[in-house]
């Protein structure tokens, strides 16, 4: 399992804007336990009694076609709050964020069953500005051995560097040209260098929140991929005092710009603290 960045990791990080890691980010145990949740969650059955803030596909409701979707399905599981929620994730991610501590802003659980359709490209920290600083670290793992033909997320690489761009909303889910926001913001014409993240099952990535990325359609008529999204926050983050998101600014308390760790814990601290109820959760490793 990694436990810590090389300085040539970092240094790739700041170069390209992401760094991708073949293995090592879940343990073997924890991809079957994990795998066993995704069907529960998306037929509505939820452990915990407490719905994810947003549920973007619901069978018989949504095409077949779409990419499944969940945000903070942690809320209702608590074995993929185990993972989303790990303290050695929040590590990582302070590592290459430079941060002295993270917190979770939300997950993704993510399913793309053969024959989905692609997820528009975007820049995470788009959509950041209820918050301060307006912006993010993210870790996506992938729970199956991924192909570039089933659509994994993918980079645009060194496009981090470029200005952020307004929050891409209406051709985010099933875009037919899913690359063509990045298009549009690129600099100059500049060419997409466009790299599919190909990993062993618990492999995955790290991303810059204004790099470039989406997933194309997944082509490959064996795989079900199924990924799992940790979006951080540095430790002192806190709400924007006016602008506000129409989900997740619900946790603003009247009167405190504060994040409440019942609904952003800390994952790791320099100082050595974390949420202290994140110890009630269950071991994966």
Not at 37 to 53: A, H, I, M
Not at 85 to 114: F, M
Not at 261 to 268: A, H
Request: net charge negative; glycine share 8%; with cysteine.
């Amino acid at each position: 399992m990694i436990d810590s960045f090389t300085d040539d990791q970092v240094e790739a990080f700041d170069r390209d804007g992401f760094l991708v890691l073949e293995e090592g980010l879940v343990s073997p145990r924890a991809l079957d336990l994990l795998r066993e949740r995704y069907e529960p969650l998306f037929q509505g059955s939820y452990e915990t009694g407490v719905k994810p803030d947003e549920v973007n596909w619901i069978p018989g409701r949504d095409p077949e076609d779409r990419t499944r979707q969940i945000c903070n399905g942690w809320r209702a599981d608590s074995v993929i709050a185990a993972q989303v929620l790990s303290e050695r994730t929040g590590r990582l991610g302070a590592q290459l964020g430079r941060y002295r501590g993270t917190r979770i802003l939300q997950d993704n659980v993510l399913w793309k069953p053969p024959g989905t359709k692609a997820i528009g490209f975007h820049q995470d920290s788009s959509y950041a500005d209820y918050l301060v600083p307006p912006e993010m670290l993210t870790c996506w793992i992938s729970l199956h051995e991924t192909t570039a033909d089933a659509g994994p997320i993918e980079y645009v690489r060194g496009s981090h560097l470029w200005p952020k761009s307004p929050p891409e909303r209406s051709q985010f889910h099933a875009p037919e040209d899913w690359l063509a926001p990045a298009r549009a913001a690129a600099p100059d014409g500049e060419e997409l260098d466009v790299v599919p993240v190909v990993v062993k099952p618990g492999g995955g990535s790290f991303h810059h929140g204004l790099t470039w990325h989406g997933s194309a359609p997944n082509t490959n008529a064996l795989v079900a991929r199924m990924a799992l999204v940790t979006h951080m926050l540095p430790v002192e983050a806190r709400f924007h005092e006016t602008n506000v998101d129409l989900v997740y600014s619900r946790y603003r308390r009247h009167g405190d710009l504060s994040l409440d760790e019942s609904f952003f814990p800390v994952l790791w601290d320099e100082s050595g603290y974390r949420t202290p109820w994140l110890r009630e959760l269950p071991a994966l490793d």
